[in-house]
């Protein structure tokens, strides 16, 4: 059964320097609290996983956590380029960053694949594009049933999965709801799966639509209130537009990103601090 534990403690026993870590979340409830977290705790040498890695991952690459990016679009949302994205792929620094690009597609199939245990996944896709040849993790294969060539995906299997949900009651189950991407998947592919929350309550009450993730299939759920910001978490508060404008300037020279990396990431201790620092309401 999950443990409820603290995010900095959830990090620190489960996550390694040389892990494949993917960190999902569509539109909302996107992980960042855990993506600063790994960078506090200095983890290096990363595989990266996100089907849309936006600011956090930004974020991971321009501190050094990264050796490798597996995805499917890369950008900030309504604003442009990530560039401390850019200045890794480019130019190599802080250090060169590997890229793996699939489809939105064939990313969601290969997390289907993990979560059900098999080696790959089929789709219809990468026909006509140079996708398939840069990735080893794609290949061309005969249907036994009607000859049609299609596009088999590696499984992923990420060492762990890292998901930001609403709420998680006092056993560790956990309820999320709203736009859901890959969350649930992503979860049942991760050999571990840490989960950070906006709330802890004495038992979850379903809501329409909600998906739920039992206990048992989550290693860590960790109360981190304001744990998506600057995306939103639906119900709780909304999507800060403006931090996005923001990023695109402070992202641009390497100076000013790690001056603010400094004060509002490193120099904090957790969420709570890191809200204060940008004078955020909690």
Known sequence: MAELVTLAEAVDELVHDGDVVALEGFTHLIPHAAGHELIRQCRRELTLVRMTPDVVYDQLIGMGCARKLVFSW??????????????AVETGWPVPLELEEHSHAGMAVRYAAGAANLPFGVLRGYAGTELAAQSGSTATITCP???????????????????????????????????????????????????????????IEQRPGGLILPGWVVAAVCLTPGGAHPSYAHGYYDRDNAFYVEWDAIGRERETFAAWMERHVLGTADVGEYHASLGVAA
Request: proline share 4%; net charge negative; glycine share 12%.
């Open 74 to 87: 890369g950008g900030n949302p309504g604003v442009g380029s990530l560039h401390r994205f850019r200045d």
């Open 145 to 203: 049933f009607t000859g049609e060539e299609l596009a088999a995906v590696e499984a992923l299997r990420p060492d762990v999965g890292i998901v930001h949900a609403q709420q998680a009651d006092e056993a560790g189950n956990v309820q999320l709801w709203g736009i859901t991407g890959v969350q649930k998947e992503a979860v049942l592919a991760s050999r571990q799966a840490i989960v950070t929350v906006e709330e802890i309550v004495p038992e």
